[in-house]
C-alpha cells in the first residue's frame, strides 16, 4: 500500500476508535495461531494462499523477522516462463500463478468466458484430471515451497487459504509435488497439513507472544548466593516464570510469576515468597525490554527486563522510606535441564 508509507497508522485508527490498536502481518498472525493450536513445537513454514500469496516461517514458536519488511514473501517468487506483471513491480510473480484472481483469470482465459469465477475453478478442478494451468501453478508453488524447506532445514508446511477449496485432487497434487521436491523426503517425511486461517487467535497470541525472548533459563551466582528464573514458553495467552535464591546450600526465597495479557497490556503478577502478591502492568514492551509498574506498592514500584544476547537484566526498582533503591539480577542464559 504505497499511500500508507509515511503515514502514521496507528495513530490514525487511535484517533477513530479511541482504542488502543497494534498491528500485526497477518500471515504473522495466521502463523502464531497455529502455533498456539498444535502441541507440537516443531518449526514450520506457513504459506496462506488468498488474493496474493504469503508466509511465515516459524522457529522456536517465533516467526522469523528479516533485517527488511519482506519476511515470507514467498508470492514474489518469480517463475520461469510466467510473464505476467504483478502488482509489486516486478513479472512473473508466483501469485499472479496461485492466487486466486489469478486462477480464476487463468481459467477465464482458457475457456474465453470472462463471467468465469472462482466456483468454476473448484469445480474444473474436482474433474478426472486436473486443468494444465492448475497443475503447472501447484508444480511452480511447491518449487517455491520445496526451496524454502530445503534452505531453512524445515520438514513442516502449513498450508492455509483458497488452496483447501480446490479440493483433495489439487491439494494431493500440491503435496506430493512438495515432497518431490524437497530434499528432507529423501530421508524421512515432509508434514504438509491443511489448516483454516485462525487470524483473531493469532492477534490474542500476538500480544503474550512480544515477551517471547524472556522465555528459558537464566542464571547468576556469586560466592555463597545463586538464583535462577526460568520461563516458560507463550502460550494461551500466558507466560509463567519461577525463581529461587539459594544461599550457602538452602533456600532463602522464592517466587512465582504468572505473566498475561490484560487488554491490550501484560500483567505482570508476582506471588513472592514471605510477602503478599502484587500485580505491575505493562508500560514498556519490546523486542529487548519489559517495564512493569505498580505506583501504588510499597516496594518495588517498578520490575524490568533486558534482554542483550546471552545477557539478562532484571531489574527491580522505587523508593522506599524516601530513597530511591534498585536492586539488578545479572542473569546469564543457562542451559534448561532435561532428565
Ligand atoms: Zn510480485
Known sequence: MHWCERADLIAAFNEQFRAPVRL?????????????TRASAS????????????????????????????????????????????????????????AEPWLVRSMAELTGDPEVTFAHVCRAALGPELPQFLMEALDATAGAIAGILNVCGLKRVV???????????????????IRRASMWSRFDTVEVELAQR???????????????????????STPGRS????????KGGSMIGVSRTIRDGTLAEYEMILLREVGD????????????AATFLSTRVTASE?????????????VGYRIDGEALLAWVSGSQNGKVRRIEFPYKRARCAAP
Not at 24 to 36: D, H, K, S, T, W
Not at 159 to 177: F, K, Q, Y
Open 24 to 36: 500485526i502481518q497477518e500471515n504473522r498472525a495466521l502463523a502464531l495461531a497455529e502455533v498456539g
Open 43 to 98: 518449526d514450520f513454514l506457513l504459506v496462506d494462499f488468498g488474493d496474493g500469496v504469503g508466509g511465515s516461517i516459524v522457529v522456536n514458536q517465533r516467526p522469523h523477522d528479516g533485517n527488511v519488511p519482506a519476511a515470507g514473501e514467498i508470492g514474489h517468487t518469480p517463475i520461469s516462463g510466467n510473464q505476467r506483471e504483478c502488482g509489486c513491480g516486478n513479472r512473473g510473480c508466483l501469485e499472479t500463478l496461485i
Open 159 to 177: 498450508l492455509t487459504g483458497h488452496i483447501r477449496e480446490l479440493g483433495p485432487r489439487a491439494t494431493d497434487h500440491l503435496v506430493a509435488a
Open 198 to 220: 485462525r487470524r483473531a487467535r493469532g492477534l490474542t497470541i500476538a500480544g503474550i507472544q512480544r515477551a517471547a525472548w524472556l522465555q528459558g533459563c537464566w542464571e547468576m
Open 227 to 234: 538464583v535462577e528464573e526460568i520461563w516458560t514458553t507463550p
Open 265 to 276: 497490556r501484560l500483567a505482570y503478577e508476582a506471588h513472592p515468597s514471605g510477602q503478599p
Open 290 to 302: 519489559l517495564v512493569f509498574e505498580d505506583p501504588a506498592h510499597d516496594f518495588p514500584q517498578q
